[in-house]
């Protein structure tokens, strides 16, 4: 079988790498900019950075922010129609996931109107033309959603999030410019930080992963262990470290796919509107003591990337939970809570853990599970 890579065709990284952003779309030949970002981001001025770039080029551009944490359906059908009225030919998105997976589901309905029902995204959509040119310029350090293939919609109606997967929504120029994520709370650069741990550790231990897949996944592991506490800490050289280490893990897991911890992550999110990395952060160590018998050495090599001293002369038990210790160490460390306590209900357990289970990310997991195993994660939980 064949393993496939795709990656943007373009990607800038470094301080001032926005100032890229017009050359970009000038070469490319874009007239007017579709400005996809949140509202937060627009209030405080972040959005403003971009929007500075395109007036000094004299590009014109509309901005879109009716886009909530969590995006939704509507969210997407307000920015297609948003798009269409203002005549745009191109979309930057400015933002964490929520700006890019908006517009991602965005740029896909545009040029494969027949999927204008947002639903019919969910998993693997046969669309088949590449969605609206996207520049994406992330503003949190974690999702990695301007090099992924993926993107998640919630579908309020239903409490669950949509999964979807598609190469023709992967942005293609990603400016990852480290004074864009300069303004981040120390809680949401904890989260997201931690969210792209989540995405390094599943990718490097999903079914789907490989050598090449590996190789991004330990090295964003390694980057982020050594540079998420000083990002947390307002210190400049930690977020200049996360935000190529969330891109790495990236480049990686959009290609293999992840585990259940995102499933878990997914409907948490969906039903109580918790942040996504903070969901993971809590789920992650539970999690890897579950799996932890169907991934032979990975963990040996994890809890190296993390900066454990002496795990070769660990057995492989002592090794694995060296690993495990120390990505809840790091979570504690940047002030994620250890449990669900205050976010779940038991009540609602049994729609949980069928939601997790129905995910898209579940069958990458390197452990088969059932409902009631996932059932018993939540419960250790909570």
Known sequence: MANRFVLNETSYHGKGAIASIADEIKARGFKKAFVCSDPDLVK??????????????????????????????????????????????????????????????????????????????????????????????????????????????????NNRKMVCVDVHDIPVVAVVDPDMMATMPKGLCAATGMDALTHAIEGYITKGAWEMSDMFHLKAIEIIAKSLRAAVNGCECGREGMALGQYIAGMGFSNVGLGIVHSMAHTLGALYDTPHGVANAIILPTVMEYNAPATGEKYRDIAKAMGVEGVDAMTLDEARKAAIDAVRALSADVGIPADLKEIAKAEDLPFLSQSAYDDACRPGNPRETSVEEIAELFKSLM
């Open 44 to 157: 405080f001025g972040v959005t403003a950075k971009v929007t500075a770039v395109l007036e000094a080029a004299e590009i014109p551009y509309s901005i879109y922010s009716d886009i909530k944490p969590n995006p939704t359906i509507e969210n997407v059908q307000g920015g297609v129609e948003a798009f269409k009225s203002e005549e745009c030919d191109c979309i930057v998105a400015v933002g964490g996931g929520s700006s890019m997976d908006t517009a991602k589901a965005v740029g896909i309905i545009i040029t494969n109107p027949e999927f204008s029902d947002v639903r019919s995204l969910e998993g693997v959509a046969p669309t088949k033309e590449k969605c609206v040119p996207i520049i994406a310029v992330p503003t949190t350090a974690g999702t990695a959603a301007e090099v992924t293939i993926n993107y998640v919609i919630t579908d309020a109606q």
